[in-house]
């Protein structure tokens, strides 16, 4: 009853804390350590001890896995370059300066334990840097890469711990450091790739959600444990798993299946990372209290702490620029085709907040190694200094440089492009059925109309100004007034016990799904609203002074031609009548000639779509 009363007074604080941190615009991570610490203090609270089982087997398996079917597969190999420099360059690049700079301070120490306290404090947390890189609106590609780089360094971290702390007791060769690492991400992508072979074929065949989705949660423990009894790295099992199992989700899950899981996952993701957090705080007191017997002086010991802390970041912005020309600046970035400035790579190399898995990993070398408890407090100090410093000025630092975060009115031209392009390949799918078979009910009518109604909801939200109500927050107003009532009319009828249960659950049900969908809707219109535009009250004078062309009968893309390049969607200037390619299209034309001609305005130059777009004002017309 203990145990299962501290796990609820977790819970409760972790909740309470995440929403006031919510409330008051600060990261949450940041508060929930600052709360830890404190409360690690604070008499008639227990000790808790981080051991490195509950952590390695228990935490970052299903925390590694909720990251990973989320992350796009396709992003991951558009940077696979830098986020390779990262997980594997620059924790070996640091796991050796620190090392470095340990053996300089404390010359008694081991190089074996020098080194190890490099590949403990070498990997940047799997969800500190995108928990707060998402929170405060960070671009999407260094988020990625950030993600990316998590989801794979702690693998290189371990096998540089494990031989560090095999080195103690006898010489290793650098031939054995390079096979074991060789082993341990072959053996890992090896049971990744397994668990998803076997998971996939198990999925073609299950069509209920809840099946389906109690298999996904035993996929990261299996993956890991699988992987590690071999000798390989579960880290990196659970996460090509992950990627591949989330890549494919559309074609071998059921709609159901992925609604359930997706929302499994993000609530057990949003549970685990922010107690992480707590967790790490509540280390303070005893780990503090467990140096005061070390052999090592105290003014050394703060040396040694402030050294490395200072070392596992400027090593981190060292790499980075060196690296500059591999990991940015010549490859173009993925939204906006621009090649990005040093603000980006500054923020990567700032963005390097150590976590959880620091202090399992320290929590791993043996308790009877000489000067132990030297490697936690540094652990310790390095988790604790970079969440708070790095990740207190982060978002400071990302306003001061003015790096653009993703644009609301960006995105919802793309979700618009995009549906509307589904919706064609749809159309074409019901023309070929309505010729294959008679509709008395002029159904193939009512599909098309329910289909133009959602895009056209698309298109409005994007030319809709603050204080105009269009006919989709009309539709969404009037229906969610009308789902209340018909929520209340059967929640009477439950009442009097004349319809079975299952029935009105089902009903109910049915108008969540609906009312879901408007309040996502809402969400959408409502960041559009708040998001800072260029555009004034009245409208938009560039939309209002454009001409009217035409398209071409058969436009096409002269620049994808020449290039051998395909299109997904053609855009007309109404300046000078250049017909480009739309952002969705791989060359992404269109936005180039904006770029080099300044001219404002484009309109579709798709058949049947006269919608026309300001590239400055960010607003449909």
Request: glycine share 8%.
């Amino acid at each position: 009853m203990e145990i299962a009363l501290l796990l609820v007074i977790i819970a409760v604080v972790v909740l309470a804390v995440t929403a006031l941190a919510d409330r008051v615009e600060i990261p949450a991570p940041l508060v929930l350590v600052v709360v830890g610490i404190g409360a690690s203090y604070v008499p008639g609270v227990p000790e808790l001890r981080l051991e490195p089982e509950v952590v390695l087997l228990g935490l970052l398996p299903p925390l590694l896995y909720s990251a990973a079917i989320t992350t796009s597969l396709v992003d991951f190999n558009a940077n696979r370059k830098p986020i390779l420099l990262l997980s594997v360059g620059l924790v070996a690049f640091t796991t050796l300066g620190v090392g470095v700079v340990v053996k300089l301070i404390v010359p008694e120490l081991h190089w074996a334990l020098a080194i190890a306290i490099g590949a403990v404090v070498a990997p940047p947390d799997a969800v500190a840097a995108t928990a707060i890189g998402r929170r405060i609106g960070l671009p999407r590609r260094i988020v990625t890469i950030l993600e990316g780089e998590s989801l794979l360094n702690d693998a290189t971290a371990l096998v540089a711990l494990r031989t560090a702390i095999a080195a103690l007791g006898a010489t290793v060769a650098a031939t054995e450091v390079g096979l074991d690492f060789l082993v341990a991400a072959g053996g890992g992508v090896a049971v990744g790739g397994l668990t998803f072979l076997v998971v996939g074929f198990v999925r073609k065949r299950v069509t209920d959600p809840l099946l389906d989705t109690a298999i996904s949660l035993v996929v990261p423990f299996a993956s890991y444990v699988l992987a590690e009894e071999i000798h390989a790295s579960g880290v990196v099992a659970v996460v090509i798993a992950g990627l591949l199992l989330g890549h494919v989700a559309p074609v071998l899950q059921t709609a159901p299946s992925r609604i359930a899981e997706r929302t499994n996952w993000r609530t057990i993701a949003y549970l685990l990372e922010n107690t992480v957090f707590l967790l790490i705080g509540l280390q303070a007191d005893w780990l503090l209290g467990e140096v005061g017997d070390s052999s090592i002086d105290v003014a050394t010991l703060l040396t040694l702490c402030a050294a490395t802390l200072v070392a596992v970041v400027v090593l981190r912005l060292a790499w980075v620029y060196a690296a500059q020309a591999l990991l940015l600046r010549r490859v173009p970035d993925a939204v906006t085709g621009e090649t990005p400035s040093w603000r980006y790579t500054f923020l990567i190399g700032w963005a390097g907040m150590r976590g959880v898995v620091t202090l399992a990993a320290a929590f791993t070398v043996p308790e009877d190694t000489e000067h132990r408890e030297v490697l936690l407090l540094v652990a310790f100090t390095v988790v604790a200094g970079t969440l708070l410093g790095q990740g207190m000025t982060l978002p400071w630092l990302a306003r001061r440089l003015r790096v653009p975060s993703p644009d609301p009115h960006d995105d919802a031209l793309a979700r618009a492009t995009l549906l509307q392009q589904a919706a064609k390949a749809g159309f074409h799918r019901l023309d070929e059925l309505a010729g294959e078979s008679e509709d008395p009910h002029n159904v193939h009518d009512l599909i098309v109309q329910r289909i133009e109604q959602r895009n056209f909801a698309a298109w409005e939200r994007l030319g809709t100004t603050e204080g105009e109500e269009s006919p989709s927050d009309l539709y969404a107003r009037w229906r969610g007034e009308m789902i209340d009532a018909e929520r209340r009319r059967v929640l009477e009828i439950r009442s009097t016990g004349t319809v079975p249960s299952d029935i009105v659950s089902d009903v109910l049900a049915m108008l969540d799904v609906e009312e879901s969908m408007l309040d996502a809707a809402e969400s959408e219109r409502a960041e559009l609203r708040s998001a800072t535009s260029t555009m004034s009250r009245d409208g938009c004078e560039h939309l209002a002074s454009a001409p009217l062309i035409d398209p071409p009968d058969e436009p096409q893309c002269a620049a994808c031609i020449a290039e051998g390049t395909r299109w997904v969607a053609l855009r007309m200037c109404l300046a000078c009548g250049e017909v480009g390619c739309c952002d969705s299209s791989p060359s992404r034309h269109a936005t180039a000639h904006f770029r080099e001609t300044q001219h404002p305005v484009v309109r579709s130059a798709e058949p049947g779509e006269e919608w026309r777009w300001c590239y400055v004002h960010h607003q449909t017309g």
